[in-house]
C-alpha cells in the first residue's frame, strides 16, 4: 500500500512538473513572442523617427538654402540701388557745381542765339529763383541785342539749370540739373550695372 501511495505521488509529482513545464514554456513563448513583436515595432518606429527626421533636415537645409540664397540676392540688389543712388548723388551734384550762373548765361545765350534765328515767339526763360536776379542781370543786356522777341526771365521750382519755353505754347526745353542728370544716367547707368555685375 506505501508503494503504490508513492507511486502516486511520484505520479502526481512527475504530472505537476510536466504540466508546469508546459505552462512555463508556453509563457516563455508567449513572452518571446511579445518581445519580438515589441522589438519589430520599436524598430519600425524608430526607422520612422529617423526617417522623419532626415525628411525634416533636407527641408529645413532646402529652405535654409533658398533663404541664404534670397538674402544674399537682396543685398546685391540693395547694395546696387545704393550704389547707383550714391553716384547719381555724386553726379547731380557735379552737374549743380557746373552749372554756375557764368556759364548758364553762355548755355543760355547760344541756345536763344539758335532759337531766336528760325522762331518768332516770346520767350520764357525759367530759372532758379536763387539764380533768376543774377542771370537777369547778366543775360538781359546780351539778349537785347540779340532776340527778335520778348523775352522773360521768371523764377520756377528748379534747383539748377534752366527751361525754355515759348509764350503760350506747352513745349519745354529743359536743361535743368535734373534733365541733365537724366540724359546722363542713360549712358552711365548701364555703364555702372556692367560694373556692378562683374562679380556675379
Do not use: C, H
Not at 518606429?45 to 538674402?71: L, Y
Not at 536763344?112 to 536763387?130: A, G, H, P
Amino acid at each position: 500500500m506505501d508503494a503504490q501511495l508513492e507511486d502516486l505521488i511520484a505520479k502526481i509529482k512527475e504530472e505537476g512538473v510536466d504540466r508546469a513545464k508546459q505552462e512555463a514554456d508556453q509563457i516563455l513563448k508567449r513572452a518571446e513572442k511579445q518581445a519580438e513583436d515589441l522589438l519589430e515595432k520599436s524598430n519600425k518606429d524608430a526607422e520612422k523617427v529617423i526617417n522623419d527626421a532626415k525628411i525634416s533636415a533636407d527641408k529645413f537645409q532646402k529652405n535654409s538654402q533658398i533663404s541664404v540664397n534670397q538674402a544674399a540676392r537682396d543685398t546685391v540688389l540693395n547694395v546696387k540701388e545704393e550704389l547707383t543712388r550714391i553716384a547719381d548723388k555724386i553726379f547731380k551734384q557735379q552737374i549743380a557745381e557746373a552749372l554756375t550762373p557764368e556759364f548758364l548765361k553762355e548755355l543760355i545765350k547760344g541756345v536763344v542765339d539758335k532759337w531766336t534765328k528760325n522762331q518768332k515767339q516770346d520767350l520764357q526763360i525759367l530759372v532758379s529763383e536763387k539764380d533768376k536776379a543774377k542771370l537777369k542781370e547778366m543775360i538781359a543786356p546780351l539778349l537785347k541785342k540779340e532776340a527778335k522777341n520778348g523775352i522773360d526771365i521768371k523764377a520756377a521750382d528748379l534747383d539748377k539749370g534752366f527751361k525754355i519755353k515759348t509764350e503760350g505754347e506747352e513745349v519745354v526745353y529743359d536743361f535743368s540739373d535734373e534733365s541733365i542728370l537724366e540724359a546722363l544716367k542713360e549712358f552711365l547707368n548701364p555703364a555702372l550695372q556692367d560694373i556692378l555685375s562683374t562679380n556675379e
